[in-house]
C-alpha cells in the first residue's frame, strides 16, 4: 500500500467515525445553574460544588450510576468488618496526583482525618457520624489502609463514593486531584475551565489513557431559558437536568438531542398538617388524622393524568416512598394507588362523612374545606394542585390552592404549622434508605406531617421508628431489605406523605457529543465524563 | 388626538362588553379541564386553544379581562380616596400636618412594593375562597398604592389654600371643615380623576407581576397575570401566536388607557 493511499485511508476512517481517542482541543461545554460555593471536595453542599467534585475528584470506590453498582476505584479491593465498624482498603498501584507525586495510604489517612474533623462542619462526614467517639485510621502498608469508627455504620463502602481523596503532603490541597480533570480557570461568575488530569491513572479497554476529552467548560448561567437557548445554537453541548416543557419543545424541533432515562428518584407528594398545637380548628386535625380521610384523599387523585397533563408522561405515578428507579430497595410488592374516587367516597362514609348537595360533610355536619399550600413559581406543582382541587371537587371536598413565596412556605410548614396541607418534593440523591432517617424517625426535622415529637404520636410511627433503627443497625443487606420493605408498606397504608409522581429523568444530549448514555443517578449525562468525546467534524467547526 | 380618544374609549367598551358577558360567548367557562386536550391549538371549540390543564384560554382571557377591569379601578377608587382623605386635608391644613404627611408619604414611595406585597399577601389567611382571595389581592393594591397620588393631592391642595377664592370665601367666614368640602374639595376633582385614571393600570400591571410571580390571584380564577405566565419559558412564538393573545389585550387595553389618560392630564394642565 502506498503512503498516499494509507493517509487516504486513514482520513476516510477518521471522517466515518468522527471521533478519536484523546483528541487535543476537545471541549465539552455546559452549564453550571450558580457559582460554586466551594473547590474543597470535603465541604461540598451544593450542585455546583458537587458537579466539580465529581469531575476532579478521585475517589476510592465509585457507585455506577448506571448498574447502580459499586465499583473498585482508588481502592482496588475492600473488606468491611462484621460488625460494621472498621473498612480496609487495598489501593492501587502507581496512582499519580495531577502534580505528579504519588498516591499511598497516608492520603487517604489525612483525608478520612480531615473529613471528621468536627471544626470542618462537612455534611459528607456527616453521613459516617454514627456514633459519638473519634475515627481512628491505621496504616497497614502504603498500599493498604484501614479505618475504624467508634459504632457501626452502615453502607459503609458506599459512603466513599462521596470521599474525594486529597494529598496529605501537596501545597496545594484542593487543586492537586486524582480525578479525570482539573480546574484549570475561575472566572467568577463566567466559567470554569477543566483541563484534563495528565496523570490520570485509568485506561480504556484498548489501553488508551482517558479521560478523552481534553477540557470541559462550565459557564455559569442560572436562567434556563438562555441555557436552552444556547444550547439550541450550540453554544452548549448537553444540559443535565431539563424541565418537561423545554424537553418537550427541544424534542419537536431536534429529537435527537433529548432523552428520558425514565422515572428518577426524585418525588411529589403532598401531606396533611398532623401537629398536635397547630393553629386549625380541631374538626380538620381529626380529619388530617385519620388514615381511612387520608387514603380517601390518595383514592381520589388521578395519577396518570398529573402524569400525562402536568409532565405531558414524563413522569411516573408514584407507588411509595421508593422511586422504582432504586432497584434495590423499592418495595416491589406495593402498587401505586388507583384512581377509584366511588371506592374513596366509600372509605368517607365509612368514616362518618356523607355527600350532600354536592359537599362532603363530616359526621357534625362540617363542611370539608381545606386549603393547601405550595411554593409559588414552581408551575408544575401549581398544577398539580389544581389538578388536585378539581379531582376532589368530585367527591365534594373543596380545596383552596394557595402559593407562598419559599422563605414564607417554610416558615408556615416547619415553625409555625400554621398550614393545613402541602404540596412539596424530594430530591433524593441517596439510594440508602439510611439517607432518609431525617425523614422518616418520628423525631426528626423532617419528619414534616408532625415533626420533632418527644414520644411516637401513633403506633404506625413508633412501628416505623423501631424499623429504620433496626435496618440502620443491621449489617445483614437482606434484613435491612425486609425491614425498610415494612417501613414502605406502613407508608402507604398510613399515608402521612400522599406520594403522587416520580419525576423522569431528562436531559439534553447534543449529537456531537460521543458516548453518552444518560442515567437516573446524579449526574444523569456526564457520569461517564472521562468516557466521552466530542466529534472531530464538530470540534473543527467550533 | 379626538380620534384616538374616540378609539382608545371604543376598544375599552368593547373589552368591558365581551368581558362581562363571558358567560355567554365563552359557556365553557374559565375552570373546566379538557384534560384529553391540554395545550390544544384554536379549533371551533376553543378558539384561542387550550391552557395547560385543557381549560379554555378563550374563556380564561374573557373572565381574567372582567376582574382585572373590575377591580382594579376599585382599587384605584380606594387608593384615591385614601389619597384625598391623607393628602388633600394634609396639604390644606398645612404647617406641621403637611410637613409630616409629606414625610410618611415619601417613606411609603421609599418602600420596596413588591416586597412588600409580597409579605403582606403571606400573612393573609389560607383558607380564602379563590373569589375572596381576589377581592384582597385587589384591596392589598388598593390600599397600598396610595402614596403617590396623596403628593399630588397635598400639593394640590396646598396651592388651592392660599388662592384668592378660598381667602375670599375665608374673609366671608367659611371655615374647617366646610371649607374643605364645599370650595377646596370641587377644586382638587380635577387632581382626583387624574389619580383615579392613572391608577387603574398601574394596579393591573402590578396584578400582573404578583401573577408572573405566581402570587396573584389564586387558582382557578384567571387574571391577566395568571395568563401572561403561560409565556413564561417559550423560546418561539412562531409555532403558537395565539398563546400572545393575553399579552397583545394587555398591550392594547394599557394603550387605550395612556391614551384617555394624556387627554385627561391636558385637561388638568389647561
Known amino acids: ?542 | 388626538m379626538r380620534s384616538a380618544r374616540t378609539l382608545a374609549c371604543v376598544i375599552l367598551l368593547v373589552v368591558c362588553v365581551l368581558s362581562l358577558a363571558a358567560n355567554w360567548i365563552a359557556p365553557a367557562g374559565y375552570a373546566k379541564q379538557f384534560r384529553e386536550a391540554p395545550g390544544a391549538p384554536p379549533s371551533t371549540q376553543h378558539w384561542l386553544g387550550t391552557d395547560e390543564l385543557g381549560r379554555d384560554r378563550f374563556a380564561r382571557v374573557l373572565y381574567g379581562t372582567r376582574i382585572s377591569l373590575l377591580l382594579a379601578p376599585a382599587a384605584a377608587l380606594v387608593s384615591t380616596l385614601l389619597a384625598a382623605a391623607l393628602g388633600g386635608l394634609a396639604g390644606y391644613v398645612g404647617g406641621i400636618w403637611l410637613r409630616l404627611a409629606t414625610g410618611f408619604t415619601d417613606l411609603f414611595l421609599s418602600l420596596p412594593w413588591l416586597f412588600l406585597l409580597i409579605t403582606v399577601r403571606a400573612l393573609l389567611p389560607l383558607n380564602a375562597s379563590p373569589f375572596v382571595s381576589v377581592l384582597i389581592t385587589f384591596l392589598i393594591l388598593g390600599l397600598l398604592g396610595w402614596a403617590a397620588s396623596a403628593r399630588v393631592l397635598a400639593t394640590g391642595a396646598h396651592t388651592l389654600r392660599s388662592s384668592d377664592f378660598v381667602l375670599q370665601a375665608r374673609a366671608s367666614g367659611v371655615r374647617g371643615f366646610r371649607l374643605f368640602a364645599v370650595h377646596v374639595l370641587p377644586n382638587l376633582k380635577p387632581i382626583l380623576y387624574a389619580q383615579f385614571w392613572i391608577s387603574i393600570p398601574v394596579f393591573i400591571l402590578s396584578e400582573a407581576n404578583l401573577g408572573i410571580l405566581g402570587l396573584g390571584v389564586a387558582e382557578p380564577l384567571p387574571s391577566w397575570g395568571g395568563l401572561l405566565r403561560e409565556l413564561e419559558g417559550m423560546i418561539s412564538f412562531r409555532d403558537e401566536p395565539w398563546r400572545l393573545v393575553p399579552l397583545i389585550l394587555l398591550i392594547v387595553v394599557m394603550t387605550s388607557f395612556q391614551t384617555l389618560l394624556s387627554n385627561e392630564t391636558e385637561e388638568v394642565a389647561a
Open chain 1, 1 to 542: 500500500m502506498s503512503r498516499r493511499m494509507f493517509s487516504r485511508l486513514l482520513l476516510c476512517l477518521s471522517l466515518l467515525t468522527g471521533i478519536t481517542a484523546a483528541q487535543d482541543g476537545t471541549v465539552l461545554r455546559f452549564c453550571l445553574r450558580a457559582e460554586p460555593k466551594t473547590f474543597d471536595p470535603l465541604k461540598v453542599d451544593d450542585d455546583s460544588s458537587l458537579t466539580i467534585r465529581y469531575l476532579t475528584g478521585g475517589v476510592l470506590v465509585r457507585a455506577n450510576r448506571q448498574t447502580q453498582a459499586l465499583e473498585p476505584e482508588l481502592a482496588e479491593s475492600w473488606k468491611i468488618s462484621k460488625d460494621a465498624r472498621q473498612i480496609t482498603f487495598k489501593l492501587r498501584h502507581g496512582v499519580r496526583f495531577s502534580d505528579g507525586s504519588p498516591f499511598s495510604a497516608e492520603d487517604v489517612a489525612y483525608t478520612v482525618t480531615r473529613l471528621m474533623d468536627p471544626e470542618l462542619h462537612s455534611s459528607t462526614g456527616d453521613a459516617f457520624r454514627s456514633g459519638n467517639g473519634t475515627v481512628t485510621t491505621k496504616i497497614l502498608a502504603p498500599d493498604q489502609i484501614a479505618v475504624a469508627f467508634s459504632a457501626p455504620v452502615v453502607g459503609l463502602d458506599r459512603l466513599f463514593d462521596q470521599v474525594a481523596i486529597l494529598s496529605a503532603h501537596s501545597a496545594k490541597k484542593e487543586a492537586t486531584v486524582l480525578g479525570p480533570f482539573m480546574v484549570a480557570e475561575y472566572k467568577p461568575g463566567a466559567n470554569i475551565l477543566l483541563k484534563r488530569n495528565p496523570n490520570y491513572w485509568k485506561r480504556d479497554a484498548q489501553g488508551r489513557p482517558l479521560p478523552y476529552l481534553d477540557s470541559i467548560r462550565l459557564d455559569i448561567q442560572p436562567n434556563r431559558d438562555v441555557e436552552v437557548l444556547r444550547f439550541r445554537r450550540g453554544e452548549l453541548d448537553l444540559i443535565n437536568s431539563i424541565d418537561t416543557e423545554y424537553y418537550d419543545r427541544l424534542a419537536a424541533s431536534q429529537p435527537a438531542v433529548v432523552h428520558d432515562a425514565g422515572a428518577s428518584l426524585d418525588s411529589e407528594f403532598l401531606w396533611f398538617n398532623q401537629v398536635a398545637n397547630a393553629p386549625i380548628p380541631a374538626y380538620k386535625r381529626s380529619w388530617f388524622r385519620s388514615a381511612s380521610f387520608r387514603r380517601a384523599v390518595s383514592g381520589a387523585i388521578n395519577r396518570d393524568d398529573l402524569s400525562r397533563v402536568v409532565f405531558n408522561g414524563h413522569a411516573q405515578p408514584a407507588f411509595g416512598p421508593v422511586s422504582p428507579a432504586n432497584k434495590f430497595w423499592f418495595n416491589s410488592r406495593l402498587h401505586s394507588e388507583l384512581y377509584k374516587p366511588e371506592a374513596a367516597l366509600q372509605r368517607l362514609q365509612g368514616d362518618g362523612f356523607r355527600l350532600q348537595d354536592g359537599t362532603l360533610r363530616d359526621k357534625d355536619g362540617n363542611a370539608v374545606e381545606f386549603s393547601i399550600v405550595t411554593n409559588a413559581g414552581n408551575k408544575y406543582r401549581e398544577r398539580m394542585a389544581v389538578l388536585i382541587q378539581e379531582d376532589l371537587s368530585k367527591i365534594g371536598i373543596k380545596m383552596n390552592v394557595v402559593t407562598l413565596d419559599f422563605p414564607s412556605l417554610i416558615e408556615r410548614i416547619a415553625q409555625k404549622f400554621n398550614y393545613e396541607a402541602a404540596i412539596l418534593g424530594f430530591q433524593n440523591v441517596d439510594l440508602d434508605p439510611n439517607g432518609q432517617m431525617n425523614i422518616w424517625l418520628s423525631s426528626a426535622e423532617n419528619h414534616a406531617w408532625n415533626p420533632q415529637q418527644q414520644t411516637p404520636a401513633t403506633a404506625w410511627e413508633g412501628e416505623i421508628d423501631r424499623l429504620m433503627r433496626e435496618q440502620a443497625s443491621a449489617t445483614d443487606a437482606k434484613k435491612r431489605k425486609a425491614a425498610f420493605d415494612r417501613v414502605q408498606e406502613i407508608v402507604v397504608e398510613q399515608a402521612p406523605f400522599i406520594y403522587l409522581i416520580n419525576k423522569d429523568a431528562l436531559s439534553a444530549i447534543s449529537p456531537s457529543v460521543a458516548g453518552a448514555s444518560p442515567v437516573i443517578l446524579h449526574p444523569q449525562t456526564y457520569w461517564n465524563a472521562e468516557r466521552l468525546t466530542i466529534h472531530s467534524t464538530t470540534q473543527a467547526s467550533r
